[in-house]
């Protein structure tokens, strides 16, 4: 960042005392949906939106126009050069992650960067090597569900007692014909792993995040349902995988992750069991934690009244009135740039925090491949 910020009642705005105009500045990299998705969360973090740049000039003007942007720039250099901007945001297909977020880093902005950060660990490793100083975040907002939060502090508070399991699966049907096509699934731009890397990558975020255990060693299969869609051809990358895990401390799990799951539009379950009681969360139910007992199971509400204080923290709404994907993700980017302005927000996903899911990714993928346990190292 140019100048340093910090909070104030109206938003974010410059150390230098300066108020009107003088906000935290933000610029997006891509055009694509997720850029929508970030653009309202810039917004709603009351931070100035100041340009967007796309792969080529045309498109970085049309981005602009449909995002109600003010300026476009012609390249990614262009847009680094730019002294005015503070924070970018890097949108873009998964192989051009590294070399970007980088970029924007040796800069001197700090970046928030989509997942999966890289398609490769070394990739990623430099990623975390280049962000040392600054603020590098990685969107894995479902963090930000106040009832992931409440179910992450039964945990950590030993409420739930030990972890004993794991039952998880994220479903989704939007590559479920042959003609259904996007540039996830060319492995040039998306990496080796599709689903997994797009989608598991949250899974096993939230599985360590929640149960505050470590992955040891997986074993997988994967399979490719087409090898052939609308616009590609040899097609590598998985339509569906399935992993079976071992945490650190014993627990064992259950993993699916698919993108062609008729009738499941994003489905994220996780069920954790611990020694005292199971808690399970919905992503398409987000307003409901199920706690489950040998006696005495209950389903928590959203709502401030009755939760820890991190998940508390996260209510935007009052209870009744439904919290969603958008208000995760806004919520991601506010404490986003909290960190930029000096804070030290509990939870925020930084780029170690994405390294970490191209691991467990590569390692996924690997054992599909080998039919063989891979194991985690013990320092990840």
Same mark, same amino acid.
């Given at each position: 960042?140019?100048?340093?910020?910090?909070?104030?009642?109206?938003?974010?705005?410059?150390?230098?005392?300066?108020?009107?105009?003088?906000?935290?500045?933000?610029?997006?990299?891509?055009?694509?949906?997720?850029?929508?998705?970030?653009?309202?969360?810039?917004?709603?973090?009351?931070?100035?939106?100041?340009?967007?740049?796309?792969?080529?000039?045309?498109?970085?003007?049309?981005?602009?126009?449909?995002?109600?942007?003010?300026?476009?720039?012609?390249?990614?250099?262009?847009?680094?050069?730019?002294?005015?901007?503070?924070?970018?945001?890097?949108?873009?297909?998964?192989?051009?992650?590294?070399?970007?977020?980088?970029?924007?880093?040796?800069?001197?902005?700090?970046?928030?960067?989509?997942?999966?950060?890289?398609?490769?660990?070394?990739?990623?490793?430099?990623?975390?090597?280049?962000?040392?100083?600054?603020?590098?975040?990685?969107?894995?907002?479902?963090?930000?569900?106040?009832?992931?939060?409440?179910?992450?502090?039964?945990?950590?508070?030993?409420?739930?007692?030990?972890?004993?399991?794991?039952?998880?699966?994220?479903?989704?049907?939007?590559?479920?014909?042959?003609?259904?096509?996007?540039?996830?699934?060319?492995?040039?731009?998306?990496?080796?792993?599709?689903?997994? *890397?797009?989608? #598991?990558?949250?899974?096993?975020? @939230?599985?360590? $995040?929640?149960? +505050?255990? !470590?992955?040891? /060693? =997986?074993?997988?299969?994967?399979?490719?349902?087409?090898?052939?869609?609308?616009?590609?051809?040899?097609?590598?990358?998985?339509?569906?995988?399935?992993?079976?895990?071992?945490?650190?401390?014993?627990?064992?799990?259950?993993?699916?992750?698919?993108?062609?799951?008729?009738?499941?539009?994003?489905?994220?379950?996780?069920?954790?069991?611990?020694?005292?009681?199971?808690?399970?969360?919905?992503?398409?139910?987000?307003?409901?934690?199920?706690?489950?007992?040998?006696?005495?199971?209950?389903?928590?509400?959203?709502?401030?009244?009755?939760?820890?204080?991190?998940?508390?923290?996260?209510?935007?709404?009052?209870?009744?009135?439904?919290?969603?994907?958008?208000?995760?993700?806004?919520?991601?980017?506010?404490?986003?740039?909290? *960190?930029?302005? #000096?804070?030290?927000?509990?939870? @925020?996903?930084? $780029?170690?925090? +994405?390294? !970490?899911?191209? /691991? =467990?990714?590569?390692?996924?993928?690997?054992?599909?491949?080998?039919?063989?346990?891979?194991?985690?190292?013990?320092?990840?």
């Amino acid at each position: 960042m140019t100048d340093g910020t910090v909070l104030t009642g109206g938003g974010l705005s410059r150390r230098d005392g300066s108020s009107a105009g003088s906000r935290l500045r933000v610029a997006i990299v891509g055009g694509g949906f997720m850029a929508e998705v970030h653009s309202r969360a810039v917004r709603a973090a009351r931070a100035d939106l100041a340009g967007i740049v796309s792969s080529t000039p045309e498109r970085s003007a049309a981005a602009a126009d449909r995002l109600g942007i003010g300026r476009s720039y012609g390249s990614l250099d262009e847009l680094l050069a730019d002294d005015a901007i503070d924070v970018v945001h890097v949108t873009t297909p998964n192989a051009l992650h590294a070399d970007q977020a980088v970029a924007v880093l040796a800069s001197g902005k700090d970046v928030v960067c989509e997942k999966p950060i890289a398609t490769s660990i070394p990739d990623a490793e430099r990623m975390v090597g280049a962000a040392q100083g600054r603020t590098a975040t990685v969107p894995f907002v479902y963090r930000f569900h106040p009832l992931v939060r409440e179910a992450r502090a039964r945990f950590a508070s030993g409420e739930a007692g030990r972890v004993l399991s794991v039952n998880a699966s994220y479903l989704q049907d939007w590559l479920l014909g042959s003609g259904d096509d996007n540039w996830r699934v060319d492995a040039e731009q998306g990496g080796r792993s599709r689903a997994f *890397a797009d989608i #598991g990558s949250h899974l096993i975020d @939230l599985v360590e $995040f929640v149960s +505050g255990d !470590r992955v040891s /060693r =997986v074993v997988a299969t994967k399979r490719t349902v087409f090898a052939e869609r609308a616009a590609h051809a040899g097609i590598t990358t998985e339509d569906a995988v399935a992993v079976v895990i071992e945490t650190r401390s014993g627990a064992l799990g259950t993993l699916l992750v698919s993108q062609v799951a008729p009738g499941r539009k994003n489905r994220l379950w996780l069920e954790i069991a611990g020694s005292a009681e199971s808690v399970a969360f919905d992503q398409e139910q987000p307003e409901t934690l199920w706690i489950g007992r040998r006696k005495g199971s209950l389903t928590i509400p959203r709502d401030a009244d009755q939760l820890s204080e991190d998940a508390a923290r996260l209510c935007v709404l009052p209870s009744g009135h439904p919290q969603g994907y958008q208000d995760a993700f806004n919520a991601f980017v506010a404490d986003s740039y909290a *960190a930029v302005a #000096g804070e030290n927000p509990d939870g @925020l996903p930084r $780029f170690a925090d +994405g390294l !970490r899911a191209v /691991r =467990v990714t590569d390692a996924v993928i690997d054992s599909a491949e080998s039919g063989t346990w891979i194991e985690m190292g013990t320092n990840e």
